[in-house]
């Protein structure tokens, strides 16, 4: 299902909540009452006639990660709370189909702090691992909304701070997708890193720092998932 299609879906529940709402007055004991609960788990579970369209949003965000300290998991779950059930349950790169990332409305891939060079194959443990690879150059990913985040430590590692979310970011775009969730390099401090976009003074992704910044991890995940849903077109799901 579309985002546009869900769109219309969360519009025709809102008719049916809204309309079991305003019947409190004829059940005559308010919205908690058992007969209008069942009305109105009726009413929301046929929409327009259709006894089997639901409330509940289709999921149109797919989040994939690799990990290696379960770190990058943990972030990964911790993303997919703050969607809800406008995203998939957070899954390893590895158990993914060759035709997943392309599959969604929009993709969020996570990466811990490997680098990809000729001693690391696997680049950030699986991201190579898949068929066709991420280095695959054919536009498969074209249009495709494409969101990444990274661990790194800006302390240990100045000089290539969370470079697999910029190598990542090179692999994907060649690929044709579209870049979301930029974030500012505000509240950080390194010397270099790949996942600065060169044309730009900005981060190509979310950029966590759980070794010497973990207080500031779950906030920045709060504010980095809000950006995502204006970018990815999920802000105006809303019941009136």
Not at 59 to 65: E, H
Not at 127 to 144: A, G, H, Q, R, Y
Not at 189 to 205: H, I, N, Q, W, Y
Request: with cysteine; glycine share 8%; charged share 20%.
């Amino acid at each position: 299902m579309t985002i546009s299609a869900t769109f219309q879906t969360f519009q025709l529940c809102n008719a049916a909540v809204n309309s079991v709402v305003s019947q409190q007055k004829i059940c005559g004991r308010g919205i908690s009452s058992p007969s209008c609960k069942r009305s109105l788990k009726i009413r929301s579970s046929r929409v327009a006639g259709n006894p089997r369209t639901t409330c509940a949003p289709k999921a149109s965000i797919g989040i994939y990660y690799t990990t290696g300290t379960c770190n990058t998991e943990k972030a990964a779950k911790n993303i997919k709370e703050n969607f809800g059930l406008f995203a998939e349950e957070a899954t390893q790169i590895r158990a993914a189909l060759p035709t997943d990332l392309a599959a969604h409305d929009g993709i969020v891939l996570g990466v811990p702090s490997y680098l990809w060079d000729e001693y690391s194959p696997v680049s950030g443990l699986d991201f190579d691992s898949i068929m066709p690879p991420i280095s695959n150059t054919e536009d498969d990913l074209k249009d495709v909304k494409v969101a990444i985040f990274a661990l790194g430590d800006q302390v240990g590692y100045p000089d290539n701070f969370a470079d697999a979310a910029g190598t990542l970011w090179e692999k994907l775009e060649a690929r044709g997708a579209t870049l979301v969730g930029k974030t500012p390099l505000d509240g950080y401090t390194f010397k270099r890193s790949l996942a600065v976009l060169p044309t730009e003074d900005m981060f190509c992704g979310l950029v966590l720092d759980n070794v010497n910044q973990a207080d500031l991890t779950e906030e920045r995940i709060d504010a980095w998932v809000k950006q995502l849903k204006d970018e990815f077109g999920l802000a105006e799901f809303r019941f009136a």
